[in-house]
């Protein structure tokens, strides 16, 4: 189920991007991305959609659909950030789409650049 709702996200990407507050003119490129360990970087990691921007800014999207949501997402996410190879002086602006309960603590800890409800944009 969470792969199709990866692929319902990724078919509303102009409105995704609309809610991050991104120039739709401003995108180099916005695709799920998937590193592979080598030698010279930490590991591997999947990033659900990964949305870069010019300017050296990279907005990574980790998408949910679980009934509940807490902190745990928080620190797969700063994972993924301590693993993923990036040019210097590259920015990453986390950002959360999910559908289901999200515990308080995830909303009001600040970590997340946006945190967007998926049932929002079916509204």
Do not use: W
């Amino acid at each position: 189920m969470g792969l199709q709702f990866e692929n319902l996200v990724l078919h509303n990407l102009p409105t995704i991007v609309q809610k991050i507050g991104i120039d739709f003119n401003s995108i180099v490129s916005a695709s799920p991305y998937f590193q592979n360990a080598t030698k010279s970087n930490k590991g591997a990691c999947q990033i659900d959609l990964l949305i870069q921007a010019k300017y050296g800014t990279l907005y990574l999207c980790e998408v949910k659909f679980r009934k509940n949501i807490d902190m745990r997402v928080i620190k797969e996410v700063n994972m993924k950030i301590e693993k993923l190879k990036r040019p210097k002086n590259t920015s990453i602006r986390p950002v959360l789409i999910y559908e289901g309960n999200i515990a308080d603590t995830v909303l009001y800890d600040d970590f997340f650049d946006k945190i967007i409800y998926f049932g929002d944009l079916l509204a």
